[in-house]
């Protein structure tokens, strides 16, 4: 699959790529898609691997992942329920182009480093926080 030219499609494709992208693009469900990307888990084991993620984020990424159809919630009736969090067909569709992205970050790290440092010093008032 090549790289297709933006302009050549209307503006509502443009809108529908962003929105998804505002869910899978974020540091969370990247992080989650990984690690179901291994099999399914427990939402405490997901909490446990992935450093740094609240509870309440979890969960909200959880419910926006599964409401987008790229994960499965099983609850097994037992006391107390059982939660299971499984990629879908499509969740693993999406296991490549992250992964090759993530491949890309990797390889050019120092690079986007460089140019930010390199940014910065030619434009030391600027806020990069606006």
Request: aromatic residues 4%.
């Amino acid at each position: 699959m090549g790289v297709t030219d933006p302009s050549e499609h209307p503006v509502e494709h443009c809108m529908h790529v962003s929105d998804v992208l505002a869910r899978v693009g974020s540091k969370w469900s990247i992080l989650v898609i990984a690690k179901l990307g291994r099999g399914p888990q427990r939402f405490n084991a997901l909490k446990r691997e992935i450093a740094g993620i609240s509870q309440r984020m979890l969960t909200l990424t959880v419910r926006g992942l599964e409401r987008d159809g790229l994960i499965l919630r099983t609850v097994t009736p037992t006391i107390p329920p059982r939660v299971d969090y499984a990629l879908t067909d499509l969740g693993r569709s999406l296991l490549e182009p992250v992964s090759a992205l993530g491949d890309w970050a990797i390889a050019n790290r120092a690079v986007v480093e460089s140019a930010r440092q390199a940014f910065d010093a030619q434009h030391p008032e600027r806020d990069l926080e606006d």
